[in-house]
């Protein structure tokens, strides 16, 4: 099933975002010979290695097919998207063969790029249509490409009408900021670098990189490390970077054209990625490292989109070439030990992570890592330890910290140190009191309990305010009411929690309960065998069948 819906995929990017026709197998007639008996059995080792992640693979079998049928339109259309993402050279030679595909003149342009041809590559650039997404992108490229030819001016009187309108102004202040800066204007650049700024008004890594790298060198300094000191509030793991982008913050992040027209497809793959276009967003990204091969905010994105299309293995690779001298590899190196964990390498997982506290003594998020990944495999009195560790590394909690002390506090009350767990849980809920997940945790361990079901009840249900479509936490307060004695309610409630989450056996042996507890026996003994076949935890599952002979609820299912 997974084959299928990603070969579809592989399809849909072939057919939409490469804007070529593609049929679903090599043409019998765009060339008059016979098909060779080999062109198919290639043909389809390609896609299904595309559709696996295997590029790789799936550029040498498609070229092989290519070479034995040279003018299929399919053939090439499909060889090319796997060059492309292998990042392999017979990309640039199959984009000559595809002259109404966006992508390949764009690939066109890219080699005009690197071999210094700026006009050429403006022309080509000018050349895109500018319909649907790419009208966001060929301003910037056709800027960018101005600026290689030495035309600074130029290129900011082509960004203009789009920094003027307020749609996208942000991301083409930036860009016009950043072709001032490299063209030596710096009343200019200060002015866009201010529009752009005001525009994106939640922080990111790399909006924050080049803002206090124009900071510090434009002599303001304190704002620089304002800007940078920001990113941890938005998303924690930016804090084990802070000595990294310091130590660098005096370099320009964008130092040379080339660079700028990578920077554009990074800025755009980060708007298809918001829009869930992730295969476009993978193209684009592509086209930036083909560029700029060191490009660690685009293999970071790359990876974090492999990842999400359940490829780990490529996104360790796409990590594995971010030199070890850029200012952010330490989150790099983060991130891809919890890839190399999902790959099953979990021993250098954690030697990984192991260095990376010895090298970074000050953050707790290797050792907090290192607790996630035990926790995960129910090593909970291993992952308590890792969590002391990395909570002995926070000398000052901030509300980010939040999610060490839950996390130690699970992982105590999985061994069986409830008064330790209840304590990490109300820390946690003091550095931010409205986390649903603590509120849940702690909330649902005491209804399970029988304990402050008053207190629990009003918690889970600010817990549910703020997440009501989660299932987990719709099952809590349904279980709350049950353990309160208001078994309608809990029935309702019960019922809500299935329906978002109809695949989780705890949930529906809740809803068993709740309907034993109201006299709906038939309905109880159906979702506890529905709970039963839903691969429960052992014990749960003891509990179930024995619901199941006694037609009694007995003991509670704990699973939360």
């Known amino acids: 099933m997974q084959h299928a819906r990603t070969a579809r995929r592989s399809v849909l990017l072939a057919l939409t975002l490469l804007s070529a026709c593609a049929a679903s197998e090599p043409s019998s007639d765009s060339v008059n010979s016979p098909m060779p008996a080999g062109v198919i059995g290639d043909f389809l080792a390609g896609r299904y290695a595309l559709s696996e992640g295997d590029s790789t693979t799936a550029a040498t079998d498609l070229l092989r097919a290519v070479a034995q049928r040279p003018g299929d339109a399919e053939l090439t259309l499909q060889a090319f998207v796997a ?30 790029v690197k071999a210094g041809h700026w006009q050429a590559a403006e022309q080509r650039f000018h050349g895109v249509p500018r319909q649907g997404a790419t009208q966001l992108l060929q301003p910037m490229l056709v800027a960018w490409a101005q600026q290689g030819d030495g035309r600074t001016d130029t290129a900011l009187s082509t960004l203009r009408p789009y920094v003027e309108n307020p749609r996208f102004r942000g991301i083409f202040a930036l860009h016009a900021a950043m072709i001032a800066d490299l063209g030596n204007r710096p009343d200019e650049a200060a002015r866009l670098y201010r529009a752009a700024q ?26 620089a490390q304002r800007t940078l000191a920001s990113l941890p509030t938005v998303a924690p793991d930016l804090s084990i970077t802070m000595p990294g982008l310091m130590a660098g913050i005096n370099k320009r992040p964008v130092p040379r054209p080339i660079d700028g027209i990578a920077e554009a497809y990074f800025t755009f793959a980060a708007l298809m990625r918001g829009q869930d276009a992730n295969d476009f967003a993978l193209i684009m990204l592509r086209l930036a490292l083909d560029l700029r091969p060191n490009f660690a905010a685009a293999r970071l994105l790359a990876a974090d989109i492999l990842t ?19 200012p952010v590899i330490s989150l790099v190196q983060l991130r891809r030990a919890t890839l190399i964990d999902r790959v099953g390498r979990s021993d250098d997982a954690m030697r990984d992570l192991e260095r990376l506290a010895r090298d970074y003594p000050e953050s707790p998020l290797p050792d907090a890592q290192r607790g996630d990944i035990l926790r995960t495999k129910q090593r909970f009195p291993d992952a308590v330890v890792a969590y002391d560790k990395a909570v ?43 986390q649903p997940f603590v509120l849940n945790y702690l909330a649902y361990s005491w209804a399970d ?21 989660d299932g987990a936490i719709t099952d809590s307060l349904g279980w709350v009411m049950f353990r309160q004695g208001d078994h309608q309610a809990a029935v309702k409630t019960l019922e809500k929690a299935v329906e978002l989450q109809p695949e989780d056996s705890t949930i529906n042996g809740h809803l068993g309960d709740a309907y034993m507890a109201v006299g709906r026996k038939i309905e109880a003994q159906y979702q506890w065998r529905r709970a039963l076949n839903l691969n429960p ?21 704990s699973g939360q």
Not at 314 to 323: F, I, S, Y
Not at 454 to 459: G, L, Y
């Open 449 to 469: 309990m029988g304990h402050h079901l008053t207190e629990a009840r009003q918690m889970i249900q600010r817990a549910a305010e703020r997440r009501p479509n």
């Open 392 to 434: 002995g590394r926070i000398s000052h909690p901030v509300p980010s910290d939040w999610m060490v002390f839950y996390s130690r506090g699970v992982a105590e009350e999985r061994t069986h140190l409830w008064q330790k767990a209840e304590a990490d849980f109300h820390r946690a809920l003091e550095l931010s009191p409205d």
């Open 537 to 557: 935890a052992p014990d749960d599952a003891a509990k179930l069948e024995a619901k199941l002979s006694t037609g009694r609820p007995g003991a509670v299912i």
């Open 198 to 223: 005001s525009e994106m008004a939640d922080p990111n890594l790399r909006l924050a990189q080049i803002l206090a790298s124009w900071q510090s060198r434009s002599g303001q300094p304190v704002e």
């Open 83 to 112: 060059c492309l993402d292998a990042g392999r050279p017979e990309a640039a030679k199959l984009a000559r063969l595809l002259p109404d595909n966006q992508v390949a003149q764009l690939v066109l342009a890219d080699a005009d």
């Open 308 to 326: 999400n299309q359940r490829h780990p293995q490529a996104a360790v690779t796409m990590l594995n070439e971010v030199p070890t001298s850029d």
